[in-house]
């Protein structure tokens, strides 16, 4: 699933007539319109909490029907990791949108968006849920290309290849070949297994001091991915519990691994060694480490085996996160004994 596509239906319904609430006098639809611009610029910075400060002030100026409010919140909280709050917000969204059918639109591909990175656990029912919205999409609005773009991967990740290949090749009639979506169109229309998580992660990363890590240079440890951003409250919030971790199993085939996407590298490097972060970090502005990875929010966390197969993935921060992490881990290596 693209990782971009809430903010791209947030900076695309701004150009929408009617985005906005049809009672809003001319004033106030003027200032709420400088509000989401305003959000609009800070989400795309990066600045998470200026963006939510300026969308809740939108949705209350709007009295509760702004679209692109909505949608900016939902993805403030997709990127911080907390997909159910996300989903709510897209729900409210469609909601708000009401018979406006490019605004409709928008909202329901961005709730099934949500609904496909939650269908990551395997839920059937998830998937089934996120292809109705995005046909529900495509109905409403059947120039929405995006919404082929993203139907296509779901259905090719959970093997429902030709159908998948069919939405693909109809993203690529309506949008072209060119982008990165465009040329992974082409690539997973090729080998549909492309579009699947691989039961192997094949990785080569680039670290602060100077090293590289591969499958080979970790090949028996147990490695912990640890995917974040210095914007992302909850990854900042976290890092006393990575830090335990690289304690408690100093020593040990355990390896702690943190990737940040982050901009510029200039902000990454005064953060890590400011706050003295030890272990191997490695710089994924591109996001191309995190797309191999199929991460989407942060943080993700993953943990792979000495054989380099993934056993865990959590997506978010909470108070149980430690917990689930050290137990995994602590499995791994029992595992890795026998």
């Given at each position: 699933?693209?990782?971009?596509?809430?903010?791209?239906a947030?900076?695309?319904?701004?150009?929408?007539?009617?985005?906005?609430?049809?009672?809003?006098?001319?004033?106030?639809?003027?200032?709420?319109?400088?509000?989401?611009?305003?959000?609009?610029?800070?989400?795309?910075?990066?600045?998470?909490?200026?963006?939510?400060?300026?969308?809740?002030?939108?949705?209350?100026?709007?009295?509760?029907?702004?679209?692109?409010?909505?949608?900016?919140?939902?993805?403030?909280?997709?990127?911080?990791?907390?997909?159910?709050?996300?989903?709510?917000?897209?729900?409210?969204?469609?909601?708000?949108?009401?018979g406006?059918?490019?605004?409709?639109?928008?909202?329901?591909?961005?709730?099934?968006?949500?609904?496909?990175?939650?269908?990551?656990?395997?839920?059937?029912?998830?998937?089934?849920?996120?292809?109705?919205?995005?046909?529900?999409?495509?109905?409403?609005?059947?120039?929405?290309?995006?919404?082929?773009?993203?139907?296509?991967?779901?259905?090719?990740?959970?093997?429902?290849?030709?159908?998948?290949?069919?939405?693909?090749?109809?993203?690529?009639?309506?949008?072209?070949?060119?982008?990165?979506?465009?040329?992974?169109?082409?690539?997973?229309?090729?080998?549909p297994?492309?579009?699947?998580?691989?039961?192997?992660?094949?990785?080569?990363?680039?670290?602060a001091?100077?090293?590289?890590?591969?499958?080979?240079?970790?090949?028996?440890?147990?490695?912990?991915?640890?995917?974040?951003?210095?914007?992302?409250?909850?990854?900042?919030?976290?890092?006393?519990?990575?830090?335990?971790?690289?304690?408690?199993?100093?020593?040990r085939p355990?390896?702690?691994?943190?990737?940040?996407?982050?901009?510029?590298?200039?902000?990454?490097?005064?953060?890590i060694?400011?706050?003295?972060?030890?272990?191997?970090?490695?710089?994924?502005?591109?996001?191309?480490?995190?797309?191999?990875?199929g991460?989407?929010?942060?943080?993700?966390?993953?943990?792979?085996?000495?054989?380099?197969?993934?056993?865990?993935?959590?997506a978010?921060?909470?108070?149980?996160?430690?917990?689930?992490?050290?137990?995994?881990?602590?499995?791994?290596?029992?595992?890795?004994?026998?």
């Open positions: 699933m693209r990782r971009t596509i809430l903010l791209s947030v900076l695309a319904l701004a150009a929408l007539p009617g985005y906005a609430s049809q009672k809003q006098k001319p004033a106030g639809a003027a200032a709420l319109g400088q509000l989401v611009s305003q959000g609009d610029l800070q989400l795309a910075a990066g600045q998470l909490k200026a963006a939510m400060n300026d969308f809740q002030e939108g949705d209350k100026l709007s009295g509760h029907s702004c679209v692109p409010c909505y949608l900016g919140m939902a993805e403030i909280n997709r990127r911080s990791g907390d997909l159910v709050a996300a989903l709510g917000e897209t729900g409210l969204a469609v909601k708000a949108a009401g406006n059918k490019p605004l409709a639109a928008q909202a329901l591909l961005s709730r099934g968006a949500i609904i496909a990175e939650m269908a990551n656990d395997g839920s059937y029912e998830k998937v089934e849920a996120a292809v109705s919205d995005f046909r529900k999409a495509l109905a409403l609005d059947p120039a929405l290309a995006a919404a082929h773009f993203d139907l296509g991967v779901l259905l090719l990740r959970h093997k429902f290849d030709a159908e998948g290949k069919t939405e693909l090749e109809a993203y690529l009639a309506a949008a072209g070949p060119g982008g990165r979506a465009g040329t992974e169109a082409m690539r997973f229309i090729a080998d297994r492309l579009a699947r998580p691989q039961s192997t992660l094949q990785f080569s990363l680039a670290t001091s100077g090293q590289t890590l591969t499958n080979g240079s970790l090949a028996g440890k147990v490695v912990l991915f640890d995917f974040w951003a210095t914007w992302c409250a909850p990854c900042r919030a976290a890092l006393p519990m990575l830090m335990a971790l690289q304690r408690r199993y100093m020593g355990v390896e702690i691994v943190s990737i940040c996407e982050d901009s510029p590298r200039s902000t990454w490097q005064k953060y060694a400011g706050h003295h972060l030890d272990w191997p970090q490695s710089y994924d502005s591109s996001g191309r480490t995190a797309n191999t990875f991460v989407s929010s942060f943080p993700t966390y993953i943990l792979i085996d000495g054989r380099d197969a993934p056993i865990l993935r959590l978010g921060y909470g108070g149980e996160t430690e917990l689930e992490l050290s137990q995994a881990i602590n499995k791994a290596l029992r595992a890795s004994r026998q």
